[in-house]
């Protein structure tokens, strides 16, 4: 009884530390129910199932924890990429640092915009998908995003876009708390991709809500800084419709605390996904977190979860993915993979993996492996005059390699794999 009133405590305090904004009639009902489920729920707890390798209390303490500011003197990612550039500073949409909300193909606006309108194709989006993804599992950081988030995009997508979005988040505050919320429709036919880079704020809690319409497509790749003591909750909802494509990449490198979700749902046939990321962590300050929950319920579709991570001195990773095949979703193919590479005796990696099967026709697995640097890799590139930090190094690039490489764009790939390289090289200095 005592946990649940901390729970529901904590959840009243989180709701009133923000102001409620005002909108359209729909979209103060799409936040008033988000708000009656967070109160429902109440704030997450490392004794919530989904939550007991991760402690949420630097992600639902008030005040907001400080994070020092880290001062980047990099070229921001993705500025070589020919794209739209949308600025976004401790979570506000900075208008001065972004380019025109104007693209071919695309309809873009603020999501303070949109959801002041009484007629928006947005209302059949806001909150709906994140609303679903609460069940089976609760989602509580989601709902109250929702619930008060101000600040984001709504971007639909009516046609084939020859440039990316890319959305740039600097943190300037050390005690920022920032939420944004970004609704994403990709219509039939059509395809787009999104870009994220960047910190957000001391604290950073997102929602993508992202549905993939029959025959179109659907790019995310998002690198989330470098920041020493920032901390992050991303959510990613994806519905994918028939014949659809979804594919959504991470990188990740530093951070106390780093959560980030993907709960996608099949709801037309012959669909494909792929979710994956890369993570390297230094540090008993660094904990890393994936969470990853996909719903088959269409026929002959296909997801892909590829993760890795790189941990050292005393640094944690998790991983917790999840297949459901339900009754009917014949011809599924679910393939689930999370690796560990740990440097040294000190670090973790926790890995919860699962298969839910309904149905009896499917090509569905999972595995989990956690080991140590291969030493005959390591001798033979040190036997060849490879100095051992530099071999070890190329070792680790090699490993991440692999999910680096799911991304479906060769030049974003290889953007990532350069800098990678570039950090690992800099923290030898």
């Not at 997450?44 to 209390?57: A, G, L, Q």
């Not at 208008?95 to 009484?118: C, F, P």
């Not at 989006?125 to 609303?131: H, M, T, Y």
């Not at 530099?390 to 680096?404: C, H, K, R, T």
Request: proline letters at 3%; charged letters at 25%; glycine letters at 8%.
């Amino acid at each position: 009884m005592a946990m649940n009133n901390l729970k529901f405590d904590a959840s009243d305090a989180l709701l009133a530390a923000f102001d409620v904004p005002n909108g359209a009639k729909w979209a103060m009902e799409a936040r008033g129910f988000a708000a009656t489920n967070l109160r429902r729920m109440g704030a997450p707890v490392k004794r919530d199932e989904y939550w007991k390798y991760t402690n949420p209390t630097g992600l639902t303490a008030l005040p907001t924890p400080k994070a020092a500011l880290f001062i980047n003197d990099e070229t921001p990612m993705f500025d070589g990429v020919d794209r739209v550039k949308l600025v976004f500073v401790d979570g506000v949409f900075d208008a001065a640092q972004s380019d025109d909300l104007a693209l071919d193909g695309v309809e873009l606006e603020t999501l303070e915009d949109a959801l002041r309108k009484d007629i928006h194709w947005a209302k059949d989006l806001f909150g709906v998908l994140e609303a679903n993804g609460q069940n089976p599992v609760e989602r509580p950081l989601a709902a109250l995003n929702t619930a008060v988030a101000t600040q984001g995009l709504v971007i639909r997508a009516t046609g084939k876009t020859d440039k990316p979005i890319a959305i740039r988040y600097i943190h300037s505050a050390d005690t920022s708390d920032a939420m944004v919320h970004h609704v994403v429709k990709v219509d039939a036919g059509a395809n787009l991709t999104v870009l994220e880079s960047g910190p957000g704020a001391a604290r950073f809690n997102s929602v993508m809500e992202a549905d993939v319409l029959d025959g179109a497509a659907f790019h995310h790749v998002r690198t989330q800084g470098r920041d020493h003591e920032r901390r992050t909750a991303t959510h990613m909802f994806g519905r994918l419709g028939a014949d659809s494509i979804f594919r959504s990449f991470t990188m990740t490198v530093n951070g106390v605390l780093t959560r980030n979700e993907s709960i996608l749902e099949f709801t037309g046939d012959n669909a494909k996904a792929t979710v994956g990321g890369a993570s390297a962590g230094d540090g008993n300050g660094f904990h890393h977190d994936d969470t990853v929950f996909v719903t088959h319920d269409s026929l002959n579709c296909e997801s892909r979860q590829v993760f890795k991570k790189v941990l050292r001195n005393g640094a944690t990773g998790v991983f917790q993915g999840k297949i459901l095949v339900k009754e009917g979703a014949q011809k599924t193919d679910g393939y689930q993979i999370s690796q560990g590479l740990l440097l040294d005796d000190n670090s973790n990696f926790l890995a919860k993996p699962e298969l839910e099967i309904y149905a009896d026709d499917v090509a569905c697995s999972h595995g989990s492996t956690v080991g140590a640097i291969d030493d005959d890799a390591l001798f033979y590139l040190t036997s060849r005059g490879v100095p051992k930090s530099q071999a070890q190094d190329m070792l680790v690039l090699a490993f991440l390699g692999e999910a680096i490489d799911e991304i479906d764009d060769s030049a974003l790939s290889e953007g990532i794999h350069i800098r990678l390289a570039e950090w690992m090289e800099r923290r030898h200095g």
